[in-house]
Antibody, heavy 120, light 107 residues
Framework: EVQLVESGGGLVQPGGSLRLSCAASGFSFSNFAMTWVRQAPGKGLEWVSSIVGSGDNTYYTDSVKGRFTISRDTSKNTLYLRMSSLRAEDTAIYFC?????????????WGQGTLVTVSS | DIQMTQSPPSLSASVGDRVTITCRASQGISNFLAWFQQKPGKAPKSLIFAASILQSGVPSRFSGRGSGTDFTLTISSLQPEDFATYYCQHYFTYPRTFGQGTKVEIK
């Protein structure tokens, strides 16, 4: 059974940093692309970033480029999202998701999310 | 970037009704389209991929159609557990984008 458990969310001041983690189990972690999707309070879903199985290729939405870094540690079966220069508009629930395959796929399985609040 | 436009933003329907949600891409995406269901306070759930293929375990009252720029999600006979918000997402290229969502409410 695929399980994805996010952690690392919390309250952070504008301009601050945070690192989210997503512990994955139940599948061969290195064989699948992984994705972060966020949802601001009362709003819709927003794709944030994806990383291929090897970790060699990463992709970002424009609003987080240069501020967020996605990475993965195959030895720990864990996905990360390093967030810096945080802004109020980054406040959201952050979901990690396992894609259907390594390339050209969609978020097939989702974690329960972790809340990030950017406020002074 | 490819924009995804869903309609309607919300709808009210009764149990047993047939419901159709539309998703339009700003450029052709072949069949690289997925649909998701989200209930309040829960993570999204994948319903359909490749525009028309049901995920394992998804009831057959759900169906998806379309290719290119125009897509639909249809619920043939709405059940109480189907009241939720539905999102489309393309995965044709990066950046991926979601539609704005369609909230299906009880009439």
């Amino acid at each position: 059974e695929v399980q994805l458990v996010e952690s690392g969310g919390g309250l952070v001041q504008p301009g601050g940093s945070l690192r989210l983690s997503c512990a994955a189990s139940g599948f061969s972690f290195s064989n699948f692309a992984m994705t972060w999707v966020r949802q601001a309070p009362g709003k819709g879903l927003e794709w944030v970033s994806s990383i291929v199985g090897s970790g060699d290729n990463t992709y970002y939405t424009d609003s987080v480029k240069g501020r967020f870094t996605i990475s993965r540690d195959t030895s720990k079966n864990t996905l990360y999202l390093r967030m810096s220069s945080l802004r109020a508009e980054d406040t959201a629930i952050y979901f990690c998701a396992k894609e259907g395959r390594d390339l050209g796929s969609y978020p097939k399985y989702w974690g329960q999310g972790t809340l990030v609040t950017v406020s002074s | 970037d490819i924009q995804m436009t869903q309609s309607p933003p919300s709808l009210s329907a009764s149990v047993g009704d047939r419901v159709t949600i539309t998703c339009r891409a700003s450029q052709g995406i072949s069949n690289f389209l997925a649909w998701f269901q989200q209930k309040p306070g829960k993570a999204p759930k994948s319903l359909i991929f490749a525009a028309s293929i049901l995920q394992s375990g998804v009831p057959s009252r759900f169906s998806g159609r379309g290719s290119g720029t125009d897509f639909t999600l249809t619920i043939s006979s709405l059940q109480p557990e189907d009241f939720a918000t539905y999102y489309c997402q393309h995965y044709f290229t990066y950046p991926r984008t979601f539609g704005q969502g369609t909230k299906v409410e009880i009439k």
